[in-house]
């Protein structure tokens, strides 16, 4: 599966975003999808992520309440809402994807093994 990422840039504390990520590839409307972030000197951090199982959503909680995550099964895309953005938001964002019917830890990168190219957000202050 390809993954494409985009809707990132520059806003000011207190704005919004909405970062997209477009699968293509076979069976792609089936799989597992997430978002990571990698602030520079920082490991990559785990954002969201929605689950093949109901299309259950897991948040991470230095985001919970002010992002979420959706899914366009129509389109193959998943799309993480950004809100009430800080300066520490900013990072590249990556999504993620994987063809398992659930997995152990979603918030795991090691978990996933497709990922798209990136899309900067920068939250100034």
């Known amino acids: 599966v390809q993954l494409q990422a985009s809707g990132g840039g520059l806003v000011q504390a207190g704005g919004s975003l909405r970062l997209s990520c477009a699968a293509s590839g076979r069976t792609s409307n089936r799989y597992v999808m997430g978002w990571f972030r990698q602030a520079p000197g920082k490991e990559r951090e785990f954002v969201a992520a929605w689950s093949r199982m109901g299309g259950r959503t897991y948040v991470a909680a230095s985001v919970k309440g002010r992002f979420t995550i959706s899914r366009d099964n129509a389109e193959n895309t998943v799309y993480l809402q950004m809100n009430s953005l800080k300066p520490e938001d900013t990072a590249v964002y990556y999504c993620?994807?994987?063809?398992?019917?659930?997995?152990?830890?979603?918030?795991?990168?090691?978990?996933?093994?497709?990922w798209g190219q990136g899309t900067l957000v920068t939250v100034s202050s």
């Open positions: 993620a994807a994987d063809n398992s019917l659930i997995l152990s830890s979603y918030s795991d990168y090691k978990q996933y093994d497709y």
